[in-house]
């Protein structure tokens, strides 16, 4: 079946450790995204790629790092300069195109606790 | 800045009534308004589309209108049931950019 992969779906993170979330996807798609969801707030970008070996950041990008060497995978990375890295992430992929409905799919999520 | 207002209050319906939720947005002109449903501790899952010179989509129970001078989207689900209990998320779309309002939970009781 297509669809997209995260992994772990917990985390749980000591204050000052990096930690990568996994983010596959076998839907042929260019584009993938990463979202943050927090309690009564609508979902927020972090960063999204188009095509393999480019990103760019969205809207809260700082203290998270990503890359796109394979078309299937997004890993992203929260990095301790990270302030308040408690919250569910969402990975999501859409055939893309600069314009369009631009439908995404995303995954079950991670999520991800700070000690 | 651009601002996307959903429900405020969680919508609590007796099963079998119409259930309607609200998304309104300022400072955007979105050429495309989308609506998923999410469920607890899951990712959301695309329900309905509709383009900006559309007024109305429809998809089984599912109701999406759209009106660009008001700047909202109705999204109705008739017949409710107990299954149709889940968060509801609108999105406006320009320029291939997503934008979420922050849902609807919806609860309908049986």
């Known amino acids: 079946d297509g669809g997209i992969t995260q992994s772990p779906k917990y985390l749980f993170r000591k204050e000052g450790q990096n930690v990568t979330l996994s983010c596959e996807q076998n839907?042929?798609?260019?584009?993938m995204y990463w979202y943050r969801q927090d309690p009564g707030q609508g979902l927020r970008l972090i960063y999204y790629?188009?095509?393999?070996?480019?990103?760019q950041k969205g809207d809260i990008a700082e203290g998270y790092s990503v890359s796109r060497e394979k078309k299937e995978s997004f890993p992203l990375t929260v990095t301790s300069a990270q302030k308040n890295p408690t919250a569910f992430y969402l990975c999501a992929s859409s055939m893309g195109g600069s314009s369009g409905a631009n439908v995404l799919t995303f995954g079950a999520g991670s999520r991800l606790t700070v000690l | 800045s651009q601002k996307i207002e959903q429900n405020s209050e969680a919508l609590n319906i007796q099963e079998g009534k119409t259930a309607t939720l609200t998304c309104n947005y300022t400072?955007?002109?979105?050429?495309?308004l989308q609506w998923y449903r999410q469920d607890p501790g899951r990712g959301p899952v695309f329900l309905l589309l509709?383009?900006?010179?559309?007024k109305e989509k429809r998809k089984e129970r599912l109701k999406v209108t759209f009106d660009t001078t008001l700047k909202q989207s109705l999204f109705h689900i008739t017949a409710s049931q107990p299954a149709d209990s889940a968060t509801y998320l609108c999105?406006?779309?320009?320029?291939?950019?997503?934008?979420f309002g922050a849902g609807t939970t919806v609860t309908v009781r049986a």
């Open positions: 509709i383009r900006e010179n559309e």
């Open positions: 839907l042929n798609h260019d584009a």
């Open positions: 999105a406006l779309v320009r320029d291939y950019k997503l934008s």
């Open positions: 790629s188009q095509i393999v070996n480019d990103f």
């Open positions: 400072n955007y002109s979105p050429a495309y």
